[in-house]
Structures are given as structure tokens and as C-alpha cells.
């Protein structure tokens, strides 16, 4: 009898859930869609930028101090108010979204380009330009592999946070599961809340593990 009763419960609290995707399966996998158009916008931009801006920083100290002043400023700014920020200019869909995900995605990839690229010894590079390497063979063949682990680390970190705040997009019309999100609080539907959160939480987790397998591997061919 217990048992029933059990298996009963447990059919009336997923009953909301299967409802939802036996009717709204296409606009869940479009969800998800949209999700992934924006963040990976997002971050493919960011890191264009960001390991082009890092690299310029590791070479001139100037450009080094103004540019990281800046965007370790930026970091402080919460991922709503870059949006909302951005509202005035761009307006309302996809453009101002992508415009404050990139925001959100260049500090870290910036900074640890940076970094890594300056935390090349220069007994290394001295070693290679004795060897007869161009300038470009040493930062092919020297610099880019020795830094590409800490550049890995910090666009892992630009990715799992850039997924998350993905869901905020909803707010000012960019789409993703945000929006289910937020429909699910606006119509008080605890299965649409529930099926958005787990959805982000496991895309981030299930990035954060594959880019974390990259490292390990990027780190093991590299260093052995």
C-alpha cells in the first residue's frame, strides 16, 4: 500500500514535466539552440579578442597596464547591468546580448593569455632564437604551445560563466533557456523553472568537464 502511494506521488510530480516536453519539445531543442548560437558567438569573439589583446599586453608593458586596468575593472560589473547597459545603444534581441556576453567572456581570456605568454622564460626564447628561429617560428613553435595551457584555463572559465549568464539574455528578448526561465516565474510553474535551471546547471557542468578533459589532455601532450 505504501508503495503505491509512493509510486502514485511520484506520478503526479512528473506528470508537469512529461506534459511540458510531449508539447514543447521543439521549442525546448530550439531553446537549447539558441543558447548555444549565443554563447558560442559570444565566446569565439571573445577569444579572437582576448588572445590578440593578451598577446599585445605580454609585449608592451603600456598597453599591458591600460588594457588589464580596464577590463579588471569590468569584471566587477554584474552580468544584468552590462546588459542593460547595452539596451540604450542596441536595443532590445540577439545584438545587445552577444554584445554583453562578450563583455562578461574577454577578462579572463584576456588576463590569461597575458600572463601566460610574459611567463615564458626568456631562457627558453633565447635558447630558440640561438637556434635560428624566426620571431615568428618562436612564438609559433615556443611561445603559443608553452602558454596555451593557462589560455585554455581562463577560456574554460569565460565558457562556464558565459553559459550561465546566458540565461539573463531572456530578460531583454536574446532567447535561450532563459526564457523558459523566466516564463516558468511569471506564470508561477515550478516544472518550468526546474526543467530551465537544470538545463543551464547541466551544460555548464557538462562543458566544464569536456574543457577540463581538453586541459588535462593539451597539459599531458605538452609537458608528459
Known sequence: MITANIASSLQKAFEPYAAYFSA?????????????????????????????????????????????????????????????????????????????????????????????FA??????????????????????????????????????TAAVEVVASATLAAYIGGGGLGVIIFTGLGLMRTELLVIGGASVALLSILIDFLLSGLEKKVQTALFG
Do not use: D, Y
Not at 135 to 148: E, G, M, R, S
Open 24 to 116: 514543447n519539445l521543439h521549442k525546448f531543442l530550439a531553446a537549447i539552440a539558441e543558447h548555444f548560437w549565443l554563447s558560442g558567438g559570444a565566446l569565439l569573439i571573445a577569444t579572437v579578442a582576448g588572445v590578440s589583446f593578451g598577446v599585445l599586453c605580454a609585449r608592451n608593458k603600456t598597453a599591458n597596464l591600460v588594457i588589464t586596468s580596464v577590463f579588471s575593472a569590468a569584471r566587477i560589473i554584474p552580468s544584468l547591468a552590462i546588459l542593460f547597459l547595452c539596451l540604450p545603444l542596441l536595443g532590445t534581441g540577439f545584438k545587445p546580448s552577444i554584445v554583453a556576453l562578450i563583455f562578461l567572456a574577454l577578462p579572463p581570456i584576456l588576463m590569461n593569455t597575458a600572463v601566460s
Open 119 to 156: 611567463s615564458v622564460p626568456a631562457a627558453i626564447l633565447e635558447a630558440a632564437a640561438a637556434m635560428g628561429m624566426t620571431t615568428v617560428q618562436i612564438f609559433c613553435k615556443v611561445k603559443a604551445p608553452l602558454a596555451l595551457p593557462l589560455v585554455l584555463a581562463g577560456f574554460k
